[in-house]
């Protein structure tokens, strides 16, 4: 792309569903953009992707792909990550990762821009966009904790089969038709491609998103609760999950009860501090049954929030209903934004 | 039907999603039965179903329908029973009434079988069946409450549209036909036939279910509060509701965080006493994906109850992942269980 003045970009997996979405997102971005290279596994290299009236040829991920990037976006799978990451820092360029391969490290910042930009400063060449579940409830919880002080959160999930993988639509659209036609439902991607048991998720809930661990919990309800307290700085803060896999295909959803500190609050008071609240839009008015849904939320870049309710019993405890899409807030645009705010500060050297 | 020995029962909506339930189920009771008449509304009078091998022709439901009948089964909407249930009752008729016309009178038995029989005794011609995401969930927490006590609840609910009626299961086979041949989807239905805007159901998540209250919670939402109480005995128990409808056809499942009184319990002794609860199967072994699901409860009895987990922050806390047949133990089955009771214990007269 020649000598343009901005910044020199990779997208690594640029062919999977969070990819594609990454470099829709670089498109309109107001980052000066010098170059962009789209890397990916062997499988996808000599593809071809246009790019604001160019075309540019997919390539192999391998180290020396790195040289000259100043901001490389990682979104190709764990493993990936953690075996090109370091090569990509190595040849001076920063990553931001989109997998939970360096999520919990503590020399990692983990990070929400509106949430914790103020981590960035701290980072040493890799910054983890976190899991997208905790995304979407951290921008919303994040602005309540800073006005009233937050002690507890209890989240139960609504999760779009696409937190999966592109695969992992087609099942849902696959057992959807053998459904509704009668014929039986084949089963070979959720609930965890790699697990022992695979059942269908069509006109379905399956409670288990990711693997178990040793305490009973799933990985993924283990990432709400440790990310959660990450990134908000409460190690503190009680955080319970129980994340339910749903048949529908973007957004994810969440029925969010939290407790904050200060007494005497009432549902008006956490609405007054969400609609200030920025990436997050409040869209809640019962009268006219205006709430978000997960079809309402596709293709939004913002956090949508209702059915905001006070607690019946607790005086602390409200309820909330949180509903954002999962490949672009808690996803795509989430590391663009990260891409943004380091560029934007002066970060990415 | 003749002479026989046994009750005359009658089956009012009998062409309904419960109804069509109730009379299957008399099919396979214990309970004597002399006769069976199954009554509906005019449009539906004339219709002929097939009984233990008898032709039953379906008549129009009028006060005098219910002269000789022995117990009543009504499960054709509000306005229906509180127009006729009164007839029966004054012609001698105990009814079982599965709207929630009668479940707040305080003169009205609101009764699981497993949970409170007992209040059977003080009935007054009406018994009321509760609400479908009520009665698995109180009928998986008292033997909890039994064994332990407990002072709250926070639910959040994943709930099939036959809880809406066939004409809302039409409507989501009708909505997923259309999106999956990417045509639009057509909503009349959900989230509520009587209310102002409607939403497609199909691929997406309503945090809605009946209309709104005043307090900004839904009536579904607060029939799980006061019916939980009454049922439970336990006007003090804080109980909370989030009522979500989702795409699929048969069983609810609910996400439950309990508080038990007694402290240092873990989730084996929860588990304990749940594999003794009448009407409760615990499906619950994460080492080999075991838990249940809506599909994997369709056409079952039993409420099914997995993901029992220790909270990681709260002493008493726990979490559990609760599964019914909405339109059997919620509905069908929870009412011929009060029948068979009644008939059991002399309370039919």
Known sequence: MGEKPGYHVAVVGATGAVGERIIELLHETDMPLASVKLLASARSAGKKV????????????????????????????????????????????????NTSAYRMDE??????????????KKHQGII????????????????????????????????????????????????SESYLQGTDMQADILPVKSDKKHYPIAFNAL????????????????KMVNETKKIMHAPELKVAATCVRLPFFRSH?????VEVEKEGLNAADIREI???????????????????????AEGRKEVFVGRIRKDLDESKGFHLWIVSDNLLKGAAWNTVQIAEQLAANHLLS
């Open 50 to 97: 246009s790019f604001k009236g160019e075309t540019i040829e997919i390539e192999e991920a391998v180290p020396e792909s790195f040289k000259g990037i100043d901001i490389a976006l990682f979104s190709a799978g764990g493993s990936i990550s953690k075996q090109l990451a370091p090569e990509a820092v190595k040849r001076g360029a920063v990553v931001v990762d």
């Open 107 to 120: 020399n990692v910042p983990l990070v929400v821009p509106e949430v914790n930009a103020n981590d960035l």
């Open 128 to 175: 983890a966009n976190p899991n997208c579940s905790t995304i979407q409830m951290v921008a919303a919880l994040k602005p309540i904790q800073d006005a009233f002080g937050m002690s507890r959160i209890i989240v139960s999930t609504y999760q779009a089969v696409s937190g999966s993988g592109a695969t992992a639509c087609t099942e849902l659209e696959n057992q």
């Open 207 to 222: 409670p288990q998103i990711d693997v178990f661990g040793e305490n009973d919990y799933t990985f993924e309800e283990m």
């Open 253 to 257: 959803a969440e029925s969010v009860y």
């Open 274 to 296: 969400l609609e200030k609240a920025p990436g997050v839009t409040v869209q809640d008015n019962p009268a006219e049954q205006d709430y978000p849904t997960p079809l309402s």
